[in-house]
């Protein structure tokens, strides 16, 4: 693993990312929402690090993204960025701060921007929000798309499984995207769509598309932190690779202090004053 000295470090940047896309290039995306975490992330050499309205799940115990605030979202980002010299940091801006009205939208990606000192903002869908991310770029606020399966309209769809299977959500997708990529957004996420669709829409766009549970032929990927390093055990769809298994080794670490502790093994003379 390559760790980045703070003397080597180069910024990552929408014009970075694009230039990867052009040299082909994988894009390496991972949530976090704390200091500590996201220093190790930074450190390790990722390229974007989501701020996700995630947190809401993995950091809160909520059942959906939908109960995390704005302000919520800014206190993690604001953690983020404290700890971070060389990723491109992406907030969430969370439901109901941007769909349906664009001035709260445009309002939501100032606050994120001014209070946290993030480099981009995220949201999710197509034409519908059209209004929201030109306005938002208007402001030079840079945006990434969210396409495919989108969290925040869980209850619209009703169900987590794969979107966009039939030809006509799948055209609307397309669509969705060159919408977007014409508006003036630097990259889209795709969610939970067939690979072959992931291709064609990142063949049909000249900016980064970074996948989830969208296959291999797009330019880059995503997954949530906790769910990669084994640390939440319960969600494990078929598009999460575990690279670790934090909650056995974690586990394992707080059982021995307790046993230590009851033990009277913990402090020793040589951990005492």
Do not use: W
Request: aromatic fraction near 6%.
């Amino acid at each position: 693993m390559s760790v980045h000295s703070s003397a080597t470090v180069k910024r990552i940047t929408t014009h970075t990312l694009q230039e990867m896309k052009q040299r082909g290039e994988k894009i390496s995306m991972l949530t976090a929402y704390d200091y500590s975490m996201a220093k190790i992330v930074d450190a390790a050499g990722m390229d974007i690090i989501l701020v996700g309205d995630s947190a809401s799940n993995v950091m809160a115990g909520h059942e959906t993204t939908l109960p995390i605030t704005l302000d919520q979202m800014i206190y993690h980002a604001s953690a983020v960025v404290r700890a971070v010299k060389r990723s491109f940091i992406v907030v969430d801006i969370p439901f109901g701060n941007y769909q349906g009205n664009s001035s709260e939208a445009l309002r939501s990606a100032i606050r994120i921007m001014k209070e946290s000192g993030a480099h981009a903002v995220k949201v999710e869908g197509g034409s519908e929000i059209k209004e929201s991310v030109s306005r938002i770029l208007s402001a030079g606020v840079p945006v990434m798309g969210h396409l495919g399966l989108t969290p925040q309209s869980i209850y619209k769809f009703g169900t987590y499984t794969v979107r966009a299977k039939e030809e006509a959500e799948a055209n609307k997708l397309l669509e969705d995207a060159k919408i977007l990529e014409q508006c003036g957004c630097f990259a889209i996420v795709l969610e939970k769509i067939p690979a072959s669709l992931a291709k064609k829409v990142a063949e049909s766009v000249s900016i980064p598309v970074i996948g989830i549970g969208a296959g291999p032929h797009v330019d880059g990927q995503v997954l949530v932190m906790h769910d990669m390093l084994g640390i939440t055990q319960e969600f494990k769809p078929r598009f999460l690779r575990q690279y670790a298994d934090l909650q056995s080794v974690m586990m394992d670490a707080f059982q021995q202090y307790i046993s230590d502790v009851k033990r009277k093994d913990f402090p020793s003379e040589k951990e005492s004053y």
